[in-house]
């Protein structure tokens, strides 16, 4: 039986300010034609539809048909969509006459005004400029997404705002510089505050500058739950010779990590989420823990939850830091990754220090210290026949 509809001023705070019950009233308004029911938590009410308290249709799709996104600030927004539904978002944006722009490893970018919309070939798609809440509220949540999200992340993934821990790495891929895995303790009102400050995953930050804002926010506000494994070059190189294996050398780090955090704790966190470097991961990190007492979940882009986030943030911020002090040593600036330009610099670097001296800033397992470091095969000697050249 639907409730009486409520006179907007009830929908309001004393201070006047829009409550989350005017928020969900809006998405009955641009839902309510496909789903007739309020959102979880709802308090039951209607204006010009009927609404029921009950657990409806759309509630038990939003709970299993969770999808990865999360709201970065007020005017930056990412969602994870199918190639389906980004084919559908770039003939929407054809029909309301945004101009395209070619997108390096992406579908398109999409401009309007000071809104702009990337969408990447990895499925993911961020909203970006004056204008995201309303493009996300009236455009891609009804039209595209089919479900309410934007505001409504704590009731759409509750696990974010479990007292947790997040685990994650940075400097795996790159040659010079160090391996940093980060863990990091997020309880729910701190996850709140740093979202609301722009903590996301730090693939996403492309500025240093923004990461090193980003890290202080997070010291600040976890006031030492965290650890930080940091493993230069030497010590890097020296353990990748004991372990043999990359995936291991990881699960010890974070097994590290882990454990580090978890000292400081008066508390005993609900779980430990790694973002999954491994299909083995957590059963390899496991094996190098000498206690634990709490479950160890593992899980692709686990940048998502914020505590992950965070430690992908803080790992981030210290490679960095370390990759320029490694730079200063060297007597140049150090370029991330492994690309040709890399290869470069280091060949460079190899002829002026020799091999000794690039190991002591890359990683000598990656093929470009192979290539340039490992003595060259001689030719094979041809058989004398005995006889003289004429």
């Not at 309007?112 to 493009?135: C, E, M, P, R, W």
């Not at 470097?277 to 160890?296: C, D, G, I, N, Q």
């Amino acid at each position: 039986m639907g409730l009486a509809p409520q006179p907007l001023a009830t929908l309001l705070g004393s201070d006047g300010i829009v409550s989350k019950r005017i928020k969900r009233l809006h998405y009955l308004f641009f839902l309510g034609k496909a789903f007739s029911k309020p959102l979880r938590n709802g308090t039951g009410f209607s204006v010009g539809l009927s609404c029921s308290p009950r657990l409806g249709p759309h509630e038990r799709f939003l709970e299993k048909g969770k999808r990865e996104a999360f709201l970065v600030t007020n005017s930056s927004y990412t969602v994870r969509l199918s190639r389906e539904e980004i084919e559908q978002l770039r003939h929407h944006l054809e029909q309301k006459d945004f101009l395209f722009e070619p997108l390096a490893h992406g579908y398109f970018r999409a401009r309007k005004g000071t809104l702009h919309i990337s969408a990447y070939h990895s499925g993911a798609v961020v909203v970006q400029g004056k204008g995201t809440n309303d493009f996300v509220s009236f455009v891609l949540e009804p039209e595209i997404l089919g479900e309410a999200r934007l505001g409504y992340e704590e009731e759409l993934f509750p696990e974010w705002f479990e007292p947790h821990i997040g685990v994650d790495e940075c400097g795996k891929g790159d040659f010079f510089g160090p391996l940093v895995v980060c863990a990091v303790y997020l309880e729910r009102d701190s996850a709140k505050r740093l979202l609301a400050q722009g903590l996301r995953d730090s693939k996403r930050v492309k500025s240093a500058r923004e990461i090193r804002r980003i890290a202080r926010a997070i010291r600040e506000e976890l006031r030492g739950a965290f650890s930080t494994v940091t493993l230069g070059p030497p010590r890097y190189n020296a353990l990748y010779r004991r372990f043999g294996n990359l995936n291991r050398m990881l699960a010890w780090a974070h097994a590290k990590a882990v454990e580090e955090v978890l000292r400081k704790l008066a508390t005993t966190p609900s779980f430990v989420l790694l973002d999954q470097f491994s299909p083995h991961a957590a059963s390899w990190v496991s094996r190098f823990l000498t206690k634990l007492e709490v479950p160890l979940r593992q899980k692709t882009h686990a940048e998502e939850d914020p505590a992950v986030a965070a430690a992908s943030i803080l790992a981030r911020a210290v490679f960095l830091e370390k990759l320029a002090e490694l730079g200063q040593k060297a007597g140049r600036e150090l370029p991330k990754g492994s690309s040709g330009r890399v290869r470069e610099v280091a060949k460079e670097l190899a002829e002026r220090l020799g091999k000794e001296g690039l190991a002591q800033l890359g990683k000598i397992h990656f093929t470009i210290f192979q290539e340039l470091c490992s003595p060259t095969p001689s030719s094979p000697e041809i058989p004398s026949s005995g006889k003289e050249n004429p």
